[in-house]
Every structure is written in structure tokens, then in C-alpha cells.
């Protein structure tokens, strides 16, 4: 594997939970739980599970806009966690994010010159008014929108146009790490397509790496080179997306695999259905997170937290069962 642009170690994020008379912390969400991987340039990550499981959270924390608890993110040797303001504004240039809603990224007072010339101010990227304006100009072009748009409005757009705004205004700063945020969930599936195929053509044009965080796992299997699956704020499996949808080796991955639906008629997959709702974050499970839902779960479970572990080469899991051969 090439040396890693991105390491992260044992990220943590834990959020107070506050109560009582004068709001006093009775207890915290484990939103995070330990999570640790790498991401090679050019690679594309995709991180799935279900609602709450800490994906949005954990892409949030490696770029600070939401602060760790603790754990360790190294971004092109960097400890991005220890950066003061001043540094963490210039890793901040190499660092950006699209976001899940395109409605409610975008201010609505502002044009959308303003919106994505904005990054161009912050960082002073443009010596003259024309070179700004011409720099819009390439931007809008390069995501598919055309020059007459500069002074619109976010709601005089569609969806799909609001996100190819907001994916301009994260490449204004030329970056080498986006961190996009399921950013196609809150599009038409047929507006999904084409933007997923915008970000494929960005990144091959631009040499970008990205995390791409969804619970729709076809969208995650087009677009990823490895996937890693997120189980109440840990990593349960991560491996290359064939390797995974082909061969996964946690009982989450299956049941989450059962659940897609085959695009061939006649083939069909035996869904795996989990008993029970993902436990309350505030009070996990002791052991392995998984086993109150597992059918596959022994004592072990139960009281051991299983570790992450190569099941095979480049494929880890954190599953009891792959120390019994299961």
C-alpha cells in the first residue's frame, strides 16, 4: 500500500450528557469509540453503517470542526490534533468537505460568487478582482454549472446543482483530502448518479483523495477502493469494497450485504434479519458491541471486546469468530 496521507489513531469522541437542576454532565455519548485507519493518496475510503454509528462524527473530528476527545490524526505527517489556529487554518487549505444537505450548507443571503469565492478571500488565493472572478468562473465550469449562475441564489437551484455548488467551493482550495459526507443522500437517485460520476472525473482531473461517508452501500461499492463498516463508533470490518462484498467476515457486514438488492432477475440473497434496535450509545454493551443483535454470537462475545485483526491479507475484522475459523 503507498504511504498514507491521512492516519488516524484511536480517534474518540464522547459528548456530555447533561442534566439536573444547573445542567450538571450525568453521563456521555460514546459517539466514537477507538477508531483507527489509514487512507492512502488517491485512495477512496468508504465508511458505511447505520444512523448514529458515528461515521459523520468521526469524518467531523479528523477535521476538527468537531474536537476529539482524544486519539491522534496525522494528515501528510502532521498531528492535526495538536495544531493552534494559525496551523490548523493552512491544513485546513488541503482539508475540505462536502456536506450531506445541500439545502442547509449554502447560506441562502449569499450568491453563489460569494458562497464559493469566499474560500478565495479567506486564504488569499487571487491577487485581483479578475483573476477572482475568473477563478469563479473555472470552478462553476469545472462541476458543470454554467458562468450566468454567479449571481443566483441557492434556492434557485435544484438539489443536484445546490451540491455541485457546494463540491466547487470545497475545491476552490485546491485540496488534496475531501471528506465527503454522505453527499448524495439527500438527492433523487437519478441526480446520485451523475454526482458520484462528477466526483469520480474531479478526482481523477485533480489527484484527490477521498472519505466518502454513506449508509447506501451500491453507491459505496462504486466509488470506493476500501471500505470500512462502523458498528456504534468502532470499526467492525474494513477490506477492499470486492473483497468485502464478496467474502465479509463480521456478521454486521453480512446482515448489511442481505439487506442490498441484487440487480439481476432470479438471483436473490437470503436476508439476514437482526432482532432488536442498535443499543443506546450513552450505555454500549459490554464485549463486543455487536453481540446483543448477533446470531452468530457465543459467551465470548459477551464479555471480551474483540479486537481488529487481519483476517486475510488486507482484510480486517474485529469478530471472535475468525479466531475459531468460523
Request: glycine share 8%; proline share 6%; with cysteine.
Amino acid at each position: 500500500m503507498p504511504e498514507a496521507l491521512l492516519r488516524v489513531k484511536n480517534l474518540v469522541k464522547q459528548f456530555p450528557v447533561k442534566g439536573g437542576l444547573f445542567g450538571r454532565q450525568i453521563d456521555k455519548v460514546h459517539a466514537v469509540d477507538g477508531v483507527s485507519f489509514e487512507l492512502a493518496k488517491g485512495e477512496t475510503l468508504g465508511v458505511v453503517g447505520e444512523s448514529g454509528c458515528g461515521k459523520s462524527t468521526t469524518g467531523r473530528c479528523i477535521l476538527r470542526l468537531i474536537e476529539p476527545t482524544s486519539g491522534e490524526v496525522w494528515f501528510e505527517g502532521k498531528n492535526v490534533t495538536e495544531l493552534d489556529r494559525e496551523g490548523l487554518r493552512a491544513t485546513s487549505r488541503d482539508m475540505q468537505i462536502i456536506f450531506q444537505d445541500p439545502y442547509a450548507s449554502l447560506n441562502p443571503r449569499m450568491t453563489v460568487a460569494a458562497i464559493i469565492g469566499e474560500p478565495l478571500t479567506i486564504h488569499k488565493l487571487t491577487k485581483s478582482s479578475s483573476e477572482y472572478q475568473d477563478r469563479i468562473v473555472e470552478l462553476l465550469e469545472t462541476v458543470g454549472l454554467n458562468a450566468d449562475h454567479l449571481r443566483r441564489y441557492p434556492h434557485e437551484f435544484s438539489g443536484g446543482q445546490r451540491q455541485r455548488i457546494g463540491i466547487a467551493r470545497a475545491l476552490a482550495v485546491k485540496p488534496k483530502l475531501i471528506v465527503c459526507d454522505e453527499p448524495v443522500s439527500a438527492l433523487d437517485v437519478s441526480i446520485q448518479a451523475q454526482v458520484i460520476n462528477l466526483l469520480e472525473d474531479l478526482q481523477e482531473k485533480f489527484d484527490l483523495t477521498y472519505l466518502f461517508i454513506a449508509h447506501d452501500l451500491s453507491v459505496v461499492e462504486h466509488i470506493s477502493d476500501r471500505v470500512a463498516v462502523m458498528y456504534l463508533g468502532r470499526i467492525v470490518e474494513i477490506a477492499s469494497a470486492r473483497e468485502l462484498y464478496t467474502a465479509p467476515r463480521h456478521p454486521y457486514t453480512e446482515a448489511l450485504l442481505s439487506a442490498v438488492p441484487i440487480p439481476e432477475p432470479g438471483l436473490k440473497r437470503t436476508r439476514i434479519r437482526l432482532v432488536g434496535d442498535v443499543p443506546n450509545p450513552i450505555n454500549p454493551p459490554t464485549g463486543c458491541h455487536f453481540h446483543p443483535r448477533c446470531p452468530k454470537a457465543f459467551d465470548r462475545c459477551k464479555v471480551e471486546s474483540p479486537a481488529l485483526k487481519q483476517a486475510a491479507d488486507g482484510h480486517w475484522a474485529a469478530c471472535h469468530l475468525n479466531d475459531v475459523g468460523g
